[in-house]
Each structure stands twice: as structure tokens, then as C-alpha cells.
């Protein structure tokens, strides 16, 4: 951080555009210049986590300037021009561009805008799988924002008793984000949903999930394997899709013909042959499977698993030798073949087709610059110690400050179990036996549930006990 005295010019608007509105005003931070390197602003106190801060949301190197607060606040008003001298319209454009903005800079996932009470609404940005209030729309201009979503992504603006999907694109620091919106019908009113899709330079590779070097080891063995067959389960939000697309990253080679059916596809891949569901069309999950198998495909991503027909074809396809890697809404690993035979799969095909299920949750890693020694309860003690993972005196909790907006936490990490399906266990599928009766036999083959790949991080100080205990429990490891 240096001192500089500059005097405002032109380019304080190209500083502004960097800093959100509300942001500005909650912090009393000023932009000033920016000359295409570091952003000058004028703060009322030298504060180095609120450097940090502005530093983080606008990711440039930060220059600051002294300067009275109550100056600080009438510059403001001029920098951002007050709501009252602009037509009611493009104040709407304007908010829902600080919305986005705010949202791309905090890396939030999804955007909340609901309606409350007389008239006014409010947006939260779902941040690491907790919502975050953002602000609050006053009356009118709840209602301008939402229609104004609507037009964007082509929805029905006319129709709002009814749910409706669109899509649109989001322009922001010379960047563009693909948005998919839905929209319900709450009490007269309408809630939307605007979820960002991943785009596929930012989908990590596999080796950067999280996943303990063996697990990940296992899993990289058997998805190149031709024929596998590859379940990612886990419940809405525990990150499969990511786990699924680094998965497909990792098959994606020049020479082979990957294809996809998604519903809907949550990040365009370039080079994979890519089919979105469209029931209202005709095209479901099976009828664009059979057209793609016909092309021969050497690898094949399935959305989700969650109909009979998708489940046999999908078997099918793997004993004749393609590669398959899709998603299951399942608890945990042991319990796919369970779920799978309730959606129709035949267990004898079942137990040859299947290769793998892993399972995950995604947990949310302490903040750095806040965390606080502590020490873990002896039921962690118990279990580490039976899976040599035993939290040790580098255990960590949450405490928060203003990097972290006092939630102690600050970004996620994936925790993984993988079952493999070896010749005992597809018998025991075969069988038909039960998630616990897996279990015993998959203990024996080197099977370790969730709460164990928990603790890991625990142990090293990553993540707290109270944390992983959302997601998962001791009980699952006895
Ligand atoms: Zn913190």
C-alpha cells in the first residue's frame, strides 16, 4: 500500500465501474483513478483489512488517499449519482448491474431476489452454500428488476403465475457469464433464482478437488478405463456437477468422440458434443441417448441419472465398452446401487456395469487470517485414531473478521469416499443386499466413509469439527 495524492478526473469513472455501489457507501471508500494497473481510493481511516477487502472484491493492487469522512460521503453522491435523478427504468438496469457485479465479485453461485413485504423485495447472493443479504429493493423497484430479469432472459413477462426458466449473459469486466434464471410464483408475487454457469476455463482440474491422493489415484484408474462406469452422488449443492465436468476434463482427449446429455448443460466444453434436454421437443434423457449412441461415442456424460430408461441404456452402453460418468442424487456411496435398482436397473447388470460411485459434500475452509486454535471432541479422537487421521494440535474453529465478513470462513473444499466395485461387492449388489451389508464387505476392500476424509482437514487445520458435522456424522464411520 502507498500514499498518493492525486485529484479526480476522468478516470473516476472507470474506478467507480470497479467498486459497487453499495459497497462504497457501507465502507465509506471513494474511488478516485484507476489507471489500468492499481485503483486509487480515498478512505477516512488507514485500515488494512479494509484494504485487503477492496483489494479482494476488485482483484487490483490498491492505492489509498486520507481524506474526511464526511467528504468521503458528499463525493459519493456525485460518483454515483442518487436514485431520485434518474428515471425509474434505468435505475432498475443500473441495480440489477451492481447486483450481478457484486455477485461475480464475491464468487457467489447463485442470486436470490424475493419479494417481501408492501411491495419490497430483497436479493441475497448465495455464497459458499449461505446466503448473504445483499439489499433491499424498495417497492417499485422490485417489481422493475424482476420484469427487467425477465426480459433479459427471455421469459414470459407478461405470464407470473406460472414457474419459468430462460437464460441470459452477463457482461462484467470485459468477461461474459452464462446465467440460467427461474422464476416462481410466491403469494402473487415472484421469487427468482439466477444461477451462474460454470464456464469451463475456471472447471478445476481433478487434482484440485480436495480428493486424498489415493482416492484420487483409484478414481483416475477407473474412469480412463474403457467401459467404466462412474456414479458421482450426492445431494443439490455438494459440487458433483464440478466433480463431474473435471472428470470429463480429464477424459476430453483430441482423438475420442465425448458427447453429453444434460438438463440443462451447466458449462459449455468445447470439443465435447454437448445435447440439452428438452422435453417440451421431445427430447428427454433417453431419446438423446439413442441418438448419441448411434454416433459411436467413445465417452458419454449423463446429466443425472433419475429414470429407468436412462438407467438401462446407460448400462447397456457401458458393457459395450464406452465410458460412462454421470450423477445420482444419493446420501452417500454404499447407497447407489440401492438407489440405482429402485430407479429399475437390473441388479445383474447392475453388478457387471458398475465400476464406481464416489460421493461428496462440499465443506466450507476457515478463514486464514482469523482462525483460532482449539482442540476436537474425543468421539474425532476416537475415530481418527481407528483411521490414523486423528485431529491433531493443528485443529482449528472459526472466528471472523472483515476479509471473511465475520463468517470465520472463506471458500469451500470437496470431502470424498469412493466405493469400488470389486468382485465380492458386484455379487453382493447381485444379491440385492443392503447399504449396511456393502458396507462390511467394502470395509474389507479399503472403503473409508466421508466423516474419515473430514477429519483429514480438520486435522490439518482447513476446516472445524462444527463445520464437517453439517454435512456428515461419526456414526457413519462404525
Ligand atoms: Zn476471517
Known amino acids: 500500500m502507498t500514499e498518493s495524492s492525486i485529484t479526480p478526473d476522468v478516470t473516476q469513472q472507470t474506478a467507480a465501474a470497479l467498486v459497487s455501489r453499495s459497497f462504497a457507501y457501507d465502507a465509506d471508500v471513494l474511488p478516485l483513478a484507476y489507471d489500468g494497473t492499481a485503483l486509487t481510493v480515498a478512505v477516512a481511516t488507514q485500515n488494512g483489512e479494509l484494504v485487503e477487502r ?39 438496469a443500473q441495480t440489477l448491474d451492481e447486483i450481478f457485479a457484486e455477485a461475480i465479485r464475491t464468487y457467489a453461485s447463485d442470486v436470490h431476489i424475493e419479494p417481501m413485504v408492501d411491495r419490497a423485495g430483497r436479493v441475497r447472493l448465495d455464497i459458499d452454500g449461505v446466503l448473504h443479504h445483499d439489499r433491499t429493493l424498495d417497492g417499485g423497484l422490485f417489481e422493475r428488476v424482476v420484469s427487467l430479469v425477465k426480459v433479459r432472459a427471455s421469459m414470459n413477462t407478461g405470464e407470473s403465475r406460472v414457474p419459468q426458466d430462460g437464460r441470459l449473459c452477463v457482461t462484467f469486466d470485459g468477461r461474459s457469464f452464462d446465467v440460467r434464471a427461474s422464476s416462481i410464483p410466491v403469494g402473487g408475487l415472484e421469487k427468482l433464482v439466477l444461477r451462474f454457469l460454470q464456464r469451463f476455463d475456471l472447471v478445476p482440474d481433478l487434482e484440485q478437488l480436495g480428493m486424498a491422493s489415493d482416492v484420487l489415484a483409484r478414481y483416475q484408474r477407473a474412469l480412463r478405463r474403457p467401459g467404466s462406469f462412474c456414479v458421482v452422488a450426492g445431494p443439490t449443492g455438494s459440487g458433483k456437477s464440478t466433480t463431474a465436468y473435471a472428470s470429463l476434463q480429464t477424459l476430453r482427449i483430441d482423438r475420442a468422440n465425448v458427447c453429453s446429455v444434460e438438463e440443462p448443460i451447466e458449462c459449455r466444453m468445447p470439443g465435447i458434443a454437448q445435447i440439452a434436454v428438452n422435453e417440451k421437443a421431445g427430447v428427454t434423457f433417453p431419446v438423446a441417448l439413442r441418438a448419441l449412441l448411434r454416433q459411436n461415442p467413445h465417452q458419454l456424460f449423463i446429466g443425472e441419472l433419475r429414470d429407468a430408461d436412462t438407467v438401462s441404456i446407460a448400462m447397456q452402453a457401458s458393457l459395450t465398452g464406452i465410458s460412462l460418468v454421470t450423477t445420482l442424487h444419493a446420501r452417500d456411496a454404499l447407497r447407489v446401487p440401492a438407489r440405482l435398482a ?25 478463514c486464514r487470517r482469523c482462525k483460532i486454535k482449539t482442540s476436537v471432541s474425543s468421539q474425532a479422537l476416537a475415530v481418527g485414531r481407528r483411521y490414523g487421521c486423528a485431529p491433531s494440535a493443528d485443529a482449528c474453529d472459526a472466528h471472523g473478521c472483515e476479509a471473511c465478513a465475520f463468517s470465520g470462513f472463506q471458500g469451500r473444499i470437496g470431502i470424498f469416499e469412493i466405493l469400488e466395485v470389486k468382485p465380492d461387492l458386484a455379487a453382493a449388489i447381485e444379491r440385492g443386499e443392503t447399504p449396511a451389508q456393502l458396507r462390511t464387505i467394502a470395509f474389507a ?34
Not at 72 to 82: E, F, M, Q, S
Not at 342 to 366: C, I, K, W
Not at 450 to 475: C, F, K, N, Q, W
Open 445 to 478: 476392500a479399503g472403503y473409508r466413509p466421508m466423516i474419515v476424509d473430514a477429519l483429514r482437514h480438520v486435522a490439518s487445520g482447513a476446516t472445524s469439527e462444527g463445520e464437517i458435522l453439517r454435512h456428515v456424522a461419526y456414526e457413519d464411520a462404525e
Open 54 to 92: 477492496i483489494r479482494q472484491i476488485t482483484r487490483k493492487e490498491i492505492r489509498t488517499v486520507a481524506m474526511p469522512v464526511r467528504e468521503i460521503r458528499d463525493a459519493l453522491k456525485l460518483v454515483y449519482p442518487a436514485a431520485t435523478t434518474r428515471d425509474a427504468d434505468s435505475l432498475a
Open 342 to 366: 429402485e430407479l429399475g436397473a437390473n441388479r445383474a447388470t447392475l453388478a457387471s456395469s458398475l465400476t464406481l460411485a464416489v460421493s461428496q459434500r462440499l465443506v466450507r475452509t476457515l
